[in-house]
């Protein structure tokens, strides 16, 4: 079992409290948003569960600087009102007090710059996903000196980390640095009730199962076609979209992740707060994660991987494999 820090603690239940606010949003909002092509319900998730993990983080640890993907200013903006009034009505269903003024200073206290030590959040990771009423993540980190030392993945419509269950019991995955990688029920994730994962054992790299998400924007999908060839793959990728993509690979579902470069978006740099808990899931899991070219992750460079390109994240025993196929298509 792995050691209950005051950190620790703080985690669990800040993307446990977070996930379920977000899930609560996207039950009683995103399905009307579909029809509409609406993306207000993202936008009032992703700002109310920053607000909320910004609250939270003051109470437990108010000198440690919160790295989030949100600030307040298009809740600000003439038009907005609405928008700000449904944040501010689902914030205020974990944290009473709240107005539209302290929401906002909980969010963009949560829009800070890295420091020596800091936690960096993705309040909301897979925005198509979460809108389609799928496949979505909260993403919880804390790094220190630029090592990742505790990530947690609040994935709600995940059960037992890799079945997708839309308004199942949730999964919450959990990896502290020297300790591996746990997973719970969400429900479950203030109680002892913890199962030590481990990445998958394949080695063969016909027998890869590629991650491949339902958004492709940020990468090129006809270069992960080509690297599938090059390995030789024989069986169906797993579709999936956010970084539950982790929890499937911590819990031995699947073997890669590529986060190639689109050809769209050749200069595109990784954000942190959409690596750094998937990353040490994986790790401590036994599996690998790196750039497209071999180096590790680099998360002391600010708020993006300025030292790196792309992402392959493997299961360890197929990540050179992959890395050569990558030179191979020329990747």
């Not at 944290?95 to 936690?119: M, Q, Y």
């Not at 024989?234 to 579709?239: F, L, S, W, Y």
Request: hydrophobic letters at 40%; proline letters at 5%.
């Amino acid at each position: 079992m792995f050691t209950i820090t005051p950190e620790v603690k703080f985690a669990i239940n800040a993307v446990q409290q977070s996930a379920e606010l977000v899930k609560t949003v996207q039950t009683e909002t995103a399905q009307n948003a579909l029809t509409k092509g609406d993306k207000s319900p993202v936008t009032v998730a992703d700002f109310a569960s920053q607000a909320l993990v910004s609250h939270l983080l003051q109470k437990d640890f108010p000198d440690v600087v919160l790295v989030g993907e949100e600030a307040s200013d298009a809740l600000k903006e003439e038009g907005a009102e609405h928008l700000l009034e449904q944040v501010t009505g689902y914030v205020a269903r974990h944290v009473p007090e709240s107005n539209p003024d302290t929401v906002c200073e909980l969010i963009d206290w949560g829009a800070a710059s890295p420091a020596k030590r800091f936690w960096t959040l993705d309040p909301i990771d897979g925005t198509k996903g979460f809108i389609r009423g799928d496949q979505y993540a909260v993403a919880l980190a804390l790094v220190e000196d630029g090592d990742v030392k505790i990530g947690v993945l609040g994935c709600p419509n995940l059960t037992d980390g890799y079945i997708p269950e839309p308004g199942g019991a949730g999964t919450i995955i959990l990896a502290v640095r020297g300790e591996g990688t746990w997973m719970a029920k969400m429900s479950d994730a203030e109680t002892d009730d913890w199962q030590q994962i481990y990445a998958s054992p394949r080695a063969n790299p016909s027998q890869s199962r590629l991650m491949r998400s339902f958004e492709s924007g940020h990468t090129d999908v006809s270069k992960i076609d080509e690297i599938a060839s090059a390995l030789g793959v024989e069986v169906d990728p797993v579709r999936m979209d956010s970084q539950a993509k982790y929890s499937v690979l911590a819990v031995g579902e699947g073997e890669v992740i590529l986060r190639l470069l689109s050809p769209k978006m050749p200069n595109y740099q990784e954000k942190i707060w959409d690596q750094a808990a998937g990353a040490i899931v994986l790790e401590e899991a036994g599996g690998r994660i790196s750039d497209l070219d071999g180096k590790p992750l680099d998360f002391s460079q600010g708020r993006k991987l300025i030292n790196n390109r792309g992402v392959l994240a493997t299961n360890g025993h197929l990540h050179e494999a992959v890395l050569k196929a990558l030179k191979k298509v020329g990747a």
